[in-house]
C-alpha cells in the first residue's frame, strides 16, 4: 500500500503538505459524512493509517526505507525473470516426426519429400514430379464420380 499515494502527495512532502492532504482527505471520506457507505469508510481507514505513519517522522523514514528495499527486490526479481525468460527450451519431436513422416510420407519440420523411401510411399507421381501427399482431389474426383 503506497501511502503517499493515498494521500494524494509526493515523497518530497513536507509535514504541513502531509496533513494538508490528511485533513481534505478525512473530510472528504468521513463515515459521519457518508453513512451507509462501506468504500467510503474503507477509504478513511486508509487515510488515517497513511496520516500515522508519514506524519511521525520516525515512522515516515521507517517506512520509506521499508518501501526502497521492496523495490530493489521487486527490481532484482524483474531482472532474473527477464533472463530467464530470454532463453526458450528448443521442443524436440523426436518419434513424433518420424511417425508423421512414415504416416504422410514427408518431412514437416523440412518440408521434405524425398527422405530416402519409395517413390509410392514419398508421395511422388510416375513423371517423377511431387504431389502433396495431404491432396484428396483424386478420392474426392472418384467419390463424386467426376473421373
Same mark, same amino acid.
Given at each position: 500500500?503506497?501511502?503517499?499515494?493515498?494521500?494524494?502527495?509526493?515523497?518530497?512532502?513536507?509535514?504541513?503538505?502531509?496533513?494538508?492532504?490528511?485533513?481534505?482527505?478525512?473530510?472528504?471520506?468521513?463515515?459521519?459524512?457518508?453513512?451507509?457507505?462501506?468504500?467510503?469508510?474503507?477509504?478513511?481507514?486508509?487515510?488515517?493509517?497513511?496520516?500515522?505513519?508519514?506524519?511521525?517522522?520516525?515512522?515516515?523514514?521507517?517506512?520509506?526505507?521499508?518501501?526502497?528495499?521492496?523495490?530493489?527486490? #521487486?527490481? +532484482?526479481? @524483474?531482472? !532474473?525473470?527477464?533472463?530467464?525468460?530470454? *532463453? $526458450?527450451?528448443?521442443?524436440?519431436?523426436?518419434?513424433?516426426?518420424?511417425?508423421?513422416?512414415?504416416?504422410?510420407?514427408?518431412?514437416?519440420?523440412?518440408?521434405?519429400?524425398?527422405?530416402?523411401?519409395?517413390?509410392?510411399?514419398? #508421395?511422388? +507421381?510416375? @513423371?517423377? !514430379?511431387?504431389?502433396?501427399?495431404?491432396? *484428396? $482431389?483424386?478420392?474426392?474426383?472418384?467419390?463424386?464420380?467426376?473421373?
Amino acid at each position: 500500500m503506497d501511502y503517499y499515494k493515498i494521500l494524494g502527495v509526493t515523497k518530497e512532502a513536507d509535514e504541513e503538505q502531509i496533513k494538508q492532504a490528511y485533513r481534505r482527505m478525512a473530510k472528504k471520506y468521513h463515515p459521519d459524512l457518508n453513512p451507509n457507505n462501506p468504500q467510503a469508510e474503507a477509504k478513511f481507514k486508509e487515510i488515517v493509517e497513511a496520516y500515522e505513519t508519514l506524519g511521525d517522522a520516525d515512522r515516515r523514514r521507517a517506512y520509506d526505507l521499508k518501501q526502497e528495499k521492496t523495490v530493489e527486490r #521487486g527490481r +532484482k526479481a @524483474g531482472q !532474473s525473470s527477464a533472463k530467464e525468460s530470454v *532463453v $526458450t527450451p528448443q521442443m524436440d519431436f523426436g518419434a513424433f516426426t518420424k511417425d508423421m513422416e512414415k504416416y504422410f510420407g514427408f518431412s514437416f519440420m523440412t518440408g521434405d519429400s524425398s527422405q530416402g523411401q519409395d517413390s509410392a510411399q514419398s #508421395g511422388q +507421381k510416375v @513423371g517423377g !514430379s511431387k504431389k502433396n501427399p495431404l491432396d *484428396v $482431389t483424386e478420392m474426392f474426383e472418384a467419390f463424386m464420380k467426376m473421373k
